[in-house]
């Protein structure tokens, strides 16, 4: 079988590399670091551990029951949407020196005394450590898990105990079995009012909480998977069970226990209950001696690897590897992916936040696959949908730096096109209309009911075809434009030729009935940047057919050429959107004109328009809060950077730093007041305020080149652009200091 092939080739490669020594974490930069302290107790956000294929949520002990996911393997259950589905969770350990459970012990600092956990970015692992005494029985604790960076369907948590007495212990390693979240609501239908209606009577709420939680909004429940054979074997410390997400695809997962050497095993039973399935075990431990267990842990999907019997072939087989040659694997692999990077000099702050935001991203994507991560990566937040974030936001940040991932985003695109085209048809336009909210294993709509009017925020199809032309661009593949970019980008210029309105008074192309990007402004008529998204869309189209050979339908010039781009003449700025509708509402963005700004749209206006586009929207942020989207303001970021404010360029990066980011780990939330974390747009967004920003590069047909003069905020020394890709070689790019001090780019070609 196929599936079990891909297995084997992972069982292979285990076999092939050589035996490593001994792995030990050694002094990294603190630009790479983020740890946790006691002081974190109260207001822990946990972080996750993936490799873009599956995931673990972390912990404040580092053992606790996690909920863990797959990329789009997801829930359908009947009159709700589309949810990731929490497979078991499989990093759990807990431990017993006779005075309780360690995971069901109160979090104290004087119970656990000494603590620390440390994200090292660079290596990709999670390191936890403390001294564990209730009542009596000291013990020090370290634990160390990973997900597997170069062996995608491998994980493992190490846990070492130093008990400070002699005497029996009990540790028990699961698989937790999550049963579905109560109450679920029928999400297919339900209005904005009846949702918060039904949130309310069920006893919880949709209120900021003061405290960061992962939870803030209860709709955002994870799925369900069911499982339908499990089983174990005490002997041979193993453990298994195959499962299946509600009306979707087949998972499985497998354990592998490795016992120290020496240790005097008293019993390991096998315990089998509604919500686990572990192998517990007591031992006779010594006083000042360490003992070290290791939990092998294998994970597939229903095409993608095997079935149980196959994954506990692979856990079993990564135990004989050994833990420290599956980790020296998994460092290499993160190593070898931060060869391309950003590097702050004099900003330790920011260079902390710049590595956060690329390891979250590259943590959930992927390359060689056909798979975009939902907005929310490996969590059930926003119910793991795929948005333009993927497009708009990720695939940008990852083009220079990762193309081979970049280019699962727009595979998916081309993966989906079906969907796409019957949706069209379903609108009555013509070619291809993908959703607000894609499925991300089927491509389909599932955008809840309550945000019913979000399907007229259509610029999505816009940002699909300029991210596919994106590629093209920075790869010069032409064969790739001719099989898979040119009919995407095709049956999207066909469908704004079908979906515009020609004002034949005015003789110019409309777009009426359309969501603006400040979603408060639904049905709303030529929102300004939805119609210059696909006027760019339409021109991408008529230069791709000439590259694949195609004949271009001439209409897709005409319109773009022609294309409404509402203008205040007197104000010599923009409109959001045509001036027949008020600009009136009090919302979190105020404005859209700072999208205008975005690096791969590039409206074309003169300084002066430019200059009053922004200060407009700063005065609508001011008008209306001044609680922005993060995302408005890395458009901000590079507003001021094309203006030459360097000063506004550092203010901007700064404010980027606080509120959005929740300790201990730095997991973006995508306003500073909201906890619904995990938002990849919003550190995909802050990297490109680097790339884009302040380099001054664009990818557009000429190349890469800057289109304004680098820019360097007040006190900082340089940024270097490490490792970007571009039409088969690489350079370092550096925005630094010349003469006088004024910013200047260098690029040197490896």
Known sequence: MKSRGLVFSFLFALVLVPCAPAFAQNATDPGFLLTATAKDFGAYFPSYLANGYFSTMTSVRGTEPDRAYMVAFMDYTQGDISRPAAI??????????GTGWMNSTRLDPEIFSGYSQTLNMHDGTLTTNYRFTYVKNPTDVKVVTFVSQADPHLAATQISITPQFDGKVQLKFPFRLWSGHQPRFPIDSMTGDGMIDAVIASGQN???????????????????TTITNDGGDAKQLTLWLDGQAVNGLKMAEAAAIALPRGLKVESVKLEKTPDKL??????????GKSYTFTKYVAASRQDWGGDAKADLELATRARSAGFDRLLARHVAAWHDLWKADIVVDHDE???????SDLYYILSNTTANTAWAMGACALTPNYAGHVFWDSDSWVFPALLLLHPERA????????????????RAAQYGAKGLMYPWESDPQKGVDVTPHFAYGVYREIHVNADIAIAQWQYYLATGDRDWLKQYGWPVIEGIATFWKSRVTYDRAKDRYEILHVTSPDEAYDDVPNDTFTNAAAAKALRIATKAAALVGAKPDPAWAE????????????????????PSVPHDKITWMGSSLAWLMYPNLDLPMSPEVRRNDFDFQLQALETHGDNPNEMMMVMLTVGAAELGDAQAVGDWIHRNLVGFLKAPFNVRTETATNNAGYILATSAGFVQSFIYGLSGLRIDDEGLDPKYAPILPPGWKSVTLR??????KHYDVTVGRGVGGKARLTRTEE
């Open 278 to 287: 572990s192998l517990d075990i007591v031992a006779t431990v010594r006083k």
């Open 407 to 422: 280019k699962s985003i727009v595979m998916f695109r081309h993966r989906t096109m079906q969907g796409a085209r019957e």
């Open 88 to 97: 078991p969770g499989w990093s759990e350990v807990d431990y017993n020196p």
């Open 206 to 224: 949709l209120n900021d909480k003061p405290i960061p939680t992962p939870d803030r909004a209860p709709v955002w429940y994870p799925g369900t």
């Open 559 to 578: 319109i773009a050429s022609k294309m409404y781009i509402p203008f205040d003449e007197k104000a010599q700025r923009h409109y959001d959107f045509d």
């Open 723 to 728: 490792g970007i890709a571009f039409r088969g």
């Open 349 to 355: 702050a920011v260079q902390r936040a710049l590595h």
